[in-house]
Structure formats: structure tokens, C-alpha cells
């Protein structure tokens, strides 16, 4: 397990027993782009630049602005990224923040821890 | 799950119906919040904020996207409107917006408005710097008669180059004094000289003026300015005419002239005649002045007088120049062979102006007396004393090397014009040849007499020699010779003759020295 992170934004980075690293959103946040580039940036400054697996989790996110999505299609320090919302609303965000043609990072919506570890550890370092 | 509802379903989807009609009516910027439920309406209402960010947003885009296409049609437009309506050398309106101009002040003509003048001017000399400095000094010179010009306008006139060396000012509503003014300031903003690159240029204008009246077209106005202007040139250069309908039949005998005088430079009809110089005391033959004929198939035999001036005008001064230069070096080659055997002569050649300022033309002569094995000391070139305009630095030059390789230089007709002693002062000539106004008289009028006398004292001062032309009369012939006047020339000696009879003339033994220093 790897240490709680915390700043002004209250994310939260925490990498798992696998190697995997957590993201946690606030509940109720509003994801506008700054925010995005801040959540980006901690996330390479908490794998000190190694590109990782890594689970976003969106429980409770109500929303992402377009400029956040676009930040999302950017270069990330995360080797693949897996999207984990259970409810309606974190599936419709999620999935328009997956309507991009192209991303820099292979990205994907799990409804289930189970499916997106899977997902994240069957593929080699890179994919 | 459905605790955390702070509304029933119901309104929430009441709010929905709402949002999605004001997205429907256009408005992009409305949203919903969804509740902290999370439920499937959350869902659908988040999805629908989401949806109509991304409408608003691509909305947005192609906005901005039509703002800049928009400019950027608008600044090709504009950019086109000045390669239709522009001169893209000068900058000056082109033919098509300046006869959009004179019409636009035609029609308020129409409704009562003062008409406007048209001018219309071209160089005077510009093919030559064109010839011989290249265009880009022509270029140069031409930007520079564009800026000059649109100093002397008002803001309401229009300039515009019309091709070539032409230009154009349309002045609104104008008085016939204010378009002569008008006139005056072009020609004055162009005396002065010109330096395009490393070459001071001098050109002159001359200009026509077509009053508009009510019914013009700007064809017909450019039309008639250009006939006035063509006048106006064939009137010496730097003058100014207004058109009247009778320029219409004399432009249209210049064009007819420019022509065939073309063809007859190229076909042998051009012929050139001799008159005799002699030396008054004692009549001998001492030189001859060349002079060109025009044998024209219908008009008969014609005299430089009728296509100079079209020569000079068209361009077609330089192949006529080259065609007196070659038949009157080679003559001179030939009289020498045979009947003048080792006595001083001179062949004396006019040159035009046009010719001098060519830095070629020096050269050219040299060149034309060296293939010919004529010596350069029997020629002397007959510069119009009118047509030397101003201080041109390349015509002294022209001068001084022409001197220097031995060929005399004389001033035609002088005291017919602005008999400058500065001619006789600066050193470039040798003859003086005295205007046959200063000689017809001298016999009889006491003051021309005195004339006379002042120029023959003038010109043995600066140590040159004068021939008087137009001597018709043995009395003349005397006077001139007592007042000092040691060469003349006229119908009293002899008219122009073609070469035959000029050689059985010269056949007659020729042995004093040539009129020139």
C-alpha cells in the first residue's frame, strides 16, 4: 500500500498491493480543466514520473467540463487508466469523457473493481 | 439511493422537459443541476448538461471558425479589388477605377454637379531612361512621377496610371482655370529631376484637358484628353491643350503617319538628301548637312517636319536615327574614296535629343564610323537647340565622348529659341549654326543687323565657328561675311540634293578645311 496523498483539491493517490494506483475524486466535484491538469499533474508527481496502472475512481463525481475531458486525451503518467464508476451518472460522465477519437493513454469504463484490475494487470507494462 | 432525493422524480423530470425546451429554443448556456441521488434522472440530466456543453461548445467553434473565414473572404475580396482596380506599381487607380470615377462624377453631372476635367499626360523622354538605364529604373521613375502627382491634387481627385508611361488625373468639379492650374502644378512637380536608383532622370509632360459636359462617357473623355494630349506634344514638349472636336482628324493623320512611317523604314522609301556648306568668301564647298527624305508612295517626297515629331513620339526615332547615321557615315566613307580625296570636310547629321540621352549612342556612332572606315573628325552632329532640355548629365556625356574621339558638335537653329549662351559657354560645341530668322533680314533691318552682329561677336569669343543658315541672297551672303560670319549655307549655294547631284557638286574641287574648330 502506498501512502495518502492530499493538497488544496482534495484528491487522493494511494498505489494497492498489486502496483496499481487509486485516484479518488471528491464526491459531489465538478471537474473543470484546471482541476484535470492539477489531478494530471499530482498523479506523475505521486509515481515520480514511472508510468503506472491506474484506477480512476469516479464514485460520486456530478460532472466534467469539456476542457477537463480534453485534458484526459493528453499525455498521462499512467500506463493504462482505468475509469471505475458504479452509478448512472458516473457512467454517462465517464463515458463522454471516453468519446474521444484519440488518447495518449489506452482508457476504459469499469463498473466493477474486479473487471477493471483485470483489465489493468492481464495487459503487459505498457498496455 | 432515493432518500437523498430533495424533489420527487416527478420534478425533477418536470425540469428536464424544461431544459430541454430551452436548449430547443436556442439557448446552449442552459443547464440543470443534477441531484445528489445519482440516480438514472441524475443520469440523463448530467448526460443532457453534458450533451449541450458539447452543442455549445461546437457551436461556439463554428462561430469563430465563420468570424475568421469571413475576414479572411473579405480580405482576399479586398485584395483582389486592388489587382482589379489598382496599379500595382504605383498604386495609383488603374483604366477601370478611374473610368469609374469620371462616371460616378458624370452622374452627379447628371443631377446638377459642376463636371468634372480630365487630364491626361505621358513622359516625355521616359522610353528613353527605359532603353537605356532598364525598367527597373524606369520603375523607379515612374513611382516617383505617381507620388509627385498625387501631391498636386486635391483629396477628391483621382490619379491613375493608365499603362506604360501614361497617367491620368480625373479633378471633380472643375472650372477650366482650375484644371489648367491644375496643369501648371503637374508640370512643375515634374521639372524638377528625378533620381531613380543611381540615375538622375529629367522628363517632361505634356498634357491634354478634356472639360467634361454633360453626356460623356469616360471612354469618350479619355478618348479626347488623349487626342488633346498627342496635340500638345506635337507642339513642342511641356504644353497643355484643351481638346476641340478638329484634333480628332490631325490625331488620326498621326496615327496614319506613326504607321507607315514604320514601313518605310523598313522598305526603302526613306531617302536622304545633301546641302551644300560653303565658305563665304569665295563660295567654296566645305561641308554638307544631311537632311532626310520621306519618299511617300502618295504624298510625294516629304520633309523631316511631317514625321519627326510621330518618330519621336512612337520610338521610331531610333531606327530612323540609326538609318540617317549609317546612309550618311557610309556616303561620307564613299565621297571620301573619290572625289574629296584629302580636302577638309564635314558631313553634318541631325541627331535627336532623344538619341543624346542614350548611353549607348556615343558608342553607336563610334562603332558605325569604325565599320564604315569613315574618320570621326569628318562628322559633326546638329543638335536642335530647342530640343536641348536642360542640364541632362548623360547628353554631356554624349557630347564629351563624341568630342573626344574627334566628331564636332553643332547647335541648329540657334537664336530660334531660348538662345541660352550658357549652349556656347559649357564647352560642348564647336559650331554655331545661326537661325535663318536672324538671317533673312540682316541686309535690310538695322536691328537684325545688330542681332547678328552680337551672336557672330559672342561666338568668336568663345572661339567657335558659325555657319548662317538660310542664306538666300548674295546680299546676305555679304553682310554676314563683314560681320565675321565665315560659313553659310542656303538656297543661294544650293537646295538639298540627292547624292548624285551632290557628287558631281563636290566633284567641282573641294579644299578648304571643314566649318568647325
Not at chain 2, 565599320?371 to 556625356?397: C, N, S
Not at chain 2, 574621339?405 to 545661326?434: E, H, N, P, Q
Amino acid at each position: 500500500m502506498g501512502g495518502d496523498t492530499e493538497s488544496e483539491l482534495d484528491l487522493t493517490f494511494r498505489r494497492d498491493e498489486r502496483g496499481i494506483v487509486w485516484i479518488t475524486w471528491p464526491r459531489g466535484i465538478h471537474i473543470d480543466g484546471p482541476m484535470a491538469r492539477e489531478g494530471m499533474d499530482r498523479l506523475a508527481l505521486y509515481n515520480g514520473g514511472r508510468k503506472q496502472p491506474t484506477i480512476v475512481e469516479m464514485v460520486g463525481v456530478a460532472g466534467l467540463t469539456r476542457e477537463a475531458r480534453q485534458v484526459f486525451t493528453g499525455e498521462c503518467c499512467a500506463t493504462r487508466m482505468a475509469l471505475l464508476g458504479a452509478s448512472p451518472v458516473e457512467r454517462v460522465i465517464a463515458n463522454f469523457a471516453l468519446a474521444a477519437s484519440r488518447y495518449a493513454t489506452p482508457i476504459r469504463f469499469f463498473a466493477t473493481e474486479d473487471a477493471a484490475v483485470d483489465w489493468l494487470t492481464r495487459a503487459g507494462p505498457d498496455r | 439511493v432515493p432518500d437523498l432525493t430533495a424533489e420527487s422524480p416527478d420534478e425533477r423530470l418536470d425540469q428536464l422537459v424544461e431544459l430541454v425546451v430551452e436548449l430547443a429554443s436556442g439557448h446552449l448556456g442552459a443547464r440543470m443541476p443534477p441531484s445528489e441521488a445519482g440516480d438514472r434522472i441524475d443520469a440523463v440530466t448530467v448526460g443532457l448538461n453534458m450533451l449541450a456543453e458539447e452543442l455549445q461548445a461546437l457551436s461556439e467553434d463554428l462561430e469563430q471558425r465563420v468570424v475568421e473565414r469571413t475576414h479572411q473572404v473579405e480580405q482576399a475580396h479586398r485584395q483582389l479589388e486592388r489587382l482589379a482596380l489598382y496599379d500595382p506599381l504605383t498604386g495609383l487607380a488603374n483604366r477601370t477605377l478611374l473610368a469609374d470615377r469620371i462616371n460616378q462624377a458624370m452622374t452627379g453631372v447628371d443631377r446638377g454637379a459642376q463636371p468634372p476635367a480630365v487630364l491626361l499626360l505621358d513622359l516625355d523622354g521616359f522610353k528613353v531612361v527605359n532603353d537605356s538605364f532598364g525598367h527597373v529604373v524606369g520603375d523607379r521613375l515612374l513611382v516617383e512621377v505617381a507620388r509627385r502627382l498625387q501631391e498636386v491634387v486635391r483629396e477628391t481627385d483621382t490619379v491613375a496610371r493608365l499603362g506604360g508611361d501614361e497617367f491620368a488625373v480625373v479633378a471633380a468639379a472643375t472650372t477650366a482655370t482650375r484644371a489648367i492650374e491644375i496643369a501648371g502644378r503637374v508640370q512643375d512637380a515634374l521639372k524638377r529631376p528625378i533620381q531613380a536608383g543611381p540615375h538622375q532622370c529629367w522628363v517632361g509632360t505634356s498634357i491634354g484637358i478634356r472639360m467634361a459636359e454633360p453626356g460623356h462617357t469616360a471612354e469618350t473623355l479619355l478618348r479626347d484628353a488623349d487626342t488633346a494630349m498627342y496635340v500638345a506634344k506635337g507642339q513642342g514638349r511641356g504644353g497643355v491643350r484643351f481638346f476641340e472636336p478638329a484634333m480628332h482628324a490631325t490625331a488620326l493623320v498621326r496615327v496614319r503617319v506613326a504607321e507607315e512611317l514604320r514601313t518605310a523604314i523598313s522598305s526603302d522609301q526613306l531617302e536622304m538628301h545633301y546641302q551644300p556648306i560653303v565658305e563665304l568668301e569665295g563660295a567654296r564647298t566645305v561641308g554638307v548637312e544631311a537632311l532626310v527624305r520621306w519618299r511617300h508612295p502618295v504624298r510625294g517626297l516629304l520633309g523631316p517636319e511631317h514625321f519627326i515629331d510621330v518618330a519621336e513620339d512612337t520610338g521610331l526615332v531610333v531606327p530612323l536615327g540609326g538609318w540617317v547615321l549609317d546612309t550618311a557615315i557610309t556616303q561620307l566613307a564613299r565621297w571620301r574614296a573619290g572625289v574629296l580625296g584629302r580636302a577638309g570636310f564635314a558631313m553634318h547629321v541631325n541627331v535627336s535629343p532623344l538619341e543624346l540621352r542614350s548611353p549607348s549612342f556615343a558608342e553607336d556612332v563610334l562603332g558605325r564610323l569604325a565599320r564604315a572606315r569613315a574618320a570621326a573628325t569628318d562628322l559633326v552632329v546638329e543638335i536642335t537647340e530647342t530640343q536641348l532640355m536642360g542640364e541632362d548629365p548623360q547628353t554631356a556625356r554624349t557630347l564629351d565622348t563624341l568630342r573626344s574621339a574627334g566628331v564636332g558638335v553643332a547647335i541648329d537653329d540657334f537664336g530660334s529659341g531660348y538662345s541660352s549662351i550658357g549652349y556656347i559657354r559649357r564647352l560642348f560645341v564647336d559650331t554655331i549654326k545661326i537661325d535663318r530668322s536672324l538671317v533673312s533680314d540682316v541686309d535690310t533691318d538695322p536691328q537684325q543687323h545688330r542681332v547678328a552682329a552680337a551672336i557672330l561677336t559672342l561666338v568668336e569669343a568663345f572661339g567657335l565657328t558659325a555657319v548662317a543658315e538660310g542664306v538666300e541672297t548674295a546680299a546676305q551672303a555679304e553682310h554676314l561675311r563683314a560681320l565675321g560670319c565665315r560659313y553659310g549655307q542656303g538656297y543661294l549655294w544650293g537646295r538639298p540634293v540627292p547624292v548624285e547631284a551632290m557628287t558631281g557638286l563636290l566633284s567641282a574641287a573641294v579644299q578648304e578645311p571643314a566649318p568647325r574648330s
